[in-house]
């Protein structure tokens, strides 16, 4: 079993930048794939980021490529977003998942693992 906890969100103005992180308990954090996903007011939820479990392998949004990076530290069970250039447009609730696959997917459906979300917001 997986647990995980956001942190790092927080109001930003257009252009900043914001790094959250995703604590994860359970001692086969490293076999994990995760991944990130925002749910915008009225909107769905939506793919932003994955990584592989030994970071080899990342996949982005088309909306977030170049601006937002993910990475993890197996060491401290630890998976971070590095977002760049925020725009309004990016404020959502950001959830960390964990599929218990080592691949990347931005499929929703494949996570196993939730966390409970910190919101981000973008000020114009």
């Known amino acids: 079993q997986v647990q995980l906890v956001e942190s790092g969100g927080g109001l930003v103005q257009a252009g900043g930048s914001l790094r959250l992180s995703c604590a994860a308990s359970?001692?086969?954090?490293?076999?994990?794939?995760l991944g990130w996903f925002r749910q915008a007011p009225g909107k769905e939820r939506e793919f932003v980021a994955a990584?592989?479990?030994?970071?080899?392998?990342?996949l982005y949004a088309a909306s977030v490529k170049g601006r937002f990076t993910i990475s993890r530290d197996n060491a401290k069970n630890t998976v971070y977003l590095q977002m760049n250039g925020l725009k309004p447009e990016d404020t959502a609730v950001y959830y960390c998942?964990?599929?218990?696959?080592?691949?990347?997917?931005?499929?929703?459906?494949?996570?196993?693992?939730w966390g409970q979300g910190t919101q981000v917001t973008v000020s114009s």
């Open positions: 998942a964990a599929r218990a696959r080592t691949g990347v997917t931005d499929v929703g459906g494949e996570y196993d693992h």
């Open positions: 359970g001692r086969t954090f490293s076999m994990y794939g």
């Open positions: 990584i592989s479990w030994s970071g080899g392998r990342t």
